[in-house]
Protein backbone atom coordinates (compact mmCIF):
# COMPACT_ATOMS: atom_id res chain seq x y z
CA UNK A 1 0.00 0.00 0.00
CA UNK A 2 0.93 3.47 -0.81
CA UNK A 3 2.04 5.78 2.10
CA UNK A 4 -0.64 8.89 3.16
CA UNK A 5 -0.91 11.53 5.70
CA UNK A 6 -3.03 10.81 8.48
CA UNK A 7 -3.02 12.43 11.79
CA UNK A 8 -1.79 11.17 14.67
CA UNK A 9 -1.36 11.73 18.43
CA UNK A 10 2.49 11.12 19.51
CA UNK A 11 3.45 10.97 22.89
CA UNK A 12 7.00 10.57 23.67
CA UNK A 13 9.41 9.28 27.09
CA UNK A 14 13.12 10.59 26.93
CA UNK A 15 15.75 10.37 29.34
CA UNK A 16 18.94 12.08 28.89
CA UNK A 17 20.61 8.97 30.74
CA UNK A 18 18.64 5.69 29.02
CA UNK A 19 16.35 3.21 30.24
CA UNK A 20 17.99 0.23 31.98
CA UNK A 21 15.89 -2.72 32.02
CA UNK A 22 14.37 -2.26 35.72
CA UNK A 23 12.87 0.48 33.74
CA UNK A 24 11.83 -0.61 30.96
CA UNK A 25 10.02 -3.72 31.55
CA UNK A 26 7.17 -1.75 33.61
CA UNK A 27 7.48 1.21 30.70
CA UNK A 28 6.86 -1.52 28.20
CA UNK A 29 3.92 -2.57 30.27
CA UNK A 30 2.54 1.11 30.39
CA UNK A 31 2.90 1.16 26.67
CA UNK A 32 1.27 -1.86 25.95
CA UNK A 33 -1.52 -1.32 28.70
CA UNK A 34 -1.94 2.16 26.27
CA UNK A 35 -3.23 0.49 23.11
CA UNK A 36 -1.23 2.67 20.86
CA UNK A 37 -1.62 2.10 17.05
CA UNK A 38 2.31 1.53 17.55
CA UNK A 39 4.86 2.49 19.79
CA UNK A 40 8.74 2.06 19.33
CA UNK A 41 12.15 2.30 21.09
CA UNK A 42 14.74 4.27 20.19
CA UNK A 43 18.34 3.92 21.02
CA UNK A 44 19.54 5.02 24.20
CA UNK A 45 16.19 6.87 26.01
CA UNK A 46 13.73 7.54 23.85
CA UNK A 47 10.22 5.92 23.44
CA UNK A 48 7.51 6.50 21.20
CA UNK A 49 3.79 5.59 20.97
CA UNK A 50 1.30 6.76 18.11
CA UNK A 51 -2.52 6.81 18.11
CA UNK A 52 -4.80 7.65 14.99
CA UNK A 53 -6.58 10.57 15.47
CA UNK A 54 -10.15 9.19 15.87
CA UNK A 55 -13.27 10.74 17.90
CA UNK A 56 -13.73 7.81 20.01
CA UNK A 57 -9.94 6.66 21.19
CA UNK A 58 -8.81 10.44 21.58
CA UNK A 59 -8.66 10.21 25.43
CA UNK A 60 -5.79 7.30 25.05
CA UNK A 61 -2.32 9.43 24.32
CA UNK A 62 -3.73 11.43 27.87
CA UNK A 63 -3.84 8.39 29.63
CA UNK A 64 -0.69 7.40 28.63
CA UNK A 65 0.98 10.59 29.42
CA UNK A 66 -0.96 10.12 32.78
CA UNK A 67 0.36 6.76 33.62
CA UNK A 68 4.01 7.85 32.48
CA UNK A 69 3.87 10.99 34.91
CA UNK A 70 2.81 8.31 37.84
CA UNK A 71 5.70 6.01 36.92
CA UNK A 72 8.27 8.56 37.18
CA UNK A 73 6.98 10.06 40.56
CA UNK A 74 7.16 6.58 41.91
CA UNK A 75 10.44 5.83 40.64
CA UNK A 76 12.64 8.72 41.56
CA UNK A 77 15.79 6.76 39.79
CA UNK A 78 13.51 8.26 36.61
CA UNK A 79 12.81 11.60 37.77
CA UNK A 80 14.93 13.01 34.95
CA UNK A 81 12.46 11.64 32.38
CA UNK A 82 10.73 13.70 30.46
CA UNK A 83 6.85 13.63 28.61
CA UNK A 84 6.19 15.40 25.43
CA UNK A 85 2.53 14.84 23.38
CA UNK A 86 1.72 16.47 20.14
CA UNK A 87 -0.71 16.10 17.16
CA UNK A 88 -0.36 16.46 13.41
CA UNK A 89 -0.45 14.96 10.17
CA UNK A 90 2.37 11.83 9.44
CA UNK A 91 3.18 10.19 7.00
CA UNK A 92 2.57 6.84 7.34
CA UNK A 93 2.09 2.97 5.80
CA UNK A 94 -0.44 0.64 6.41
CA UNK A 95 -0.30 -2.92 5.81
CA UNK A 96 -3.68 -4.36 4.01
CA UNK A 97 -5.08 -5.25 7.61
CA UNK A 98 -4.72 -1.66 8.25
CA UNK A 99 -2.07 -1.81 10.63
CA UNK A 100 0.96 0.04 10.79
CA UNK A 101 3.83 -1.26 8.98
CA UNK A 102 6.93 1.24 10.54
CA UNK A 103 6.74 4.05 12.80
CA UNK A 104 4.99 7.39 10.96
CA UNK A 105 7.34 10.26 10.09
CA UNK A 106 6.78 14.20 10.12
CA UNK A 107 6.60 17.55 12.37
CA UNK A 108 4.93 16.14 15.29
CA UNK A 109 6.77 13.49 15.76
CA UNK A 110 9.95 15.90 15.93
CA UNK A 111 7.37 18.45 18.22
CA UNK A 112 6.84 15.13 20.76
CA UNK A 113 10.59 14.24 21.08
CA UNK A 114 11.63 18.42 21.52
CA UNK A 115 8.36 18.55 23.84
CA UNK A 116 10.51 16.06 26.33
CA UNK A 117 13.75 16.89 25.66
CA UNK A 118 12.32 20.93 27.28
CA UNK A 119 10.59 18.68 29.69
CA UNK A 120 12.91 16.78 30.88
CA UNK A 121 14.46 18.09 34.05
CA UNK A 122 18.57 18.53 34.88
CA UNK A 123 20.13 16.15 36.78
Do not use: Y
Not at 53 to 74: R, T
Not at 78 to 103: D, H, M, R
Amino acid sequence: MPARIVPFQVVSFCSDRGFNEEALFPLRDIFDAAEADMWVFLNPGTLLAFFLVNGKESHKADQLVVALSEFVSCNPENSTSGIGQSEGPLLAVFNWLGQLKTAPLGRAVSKSIALARTNTPRA
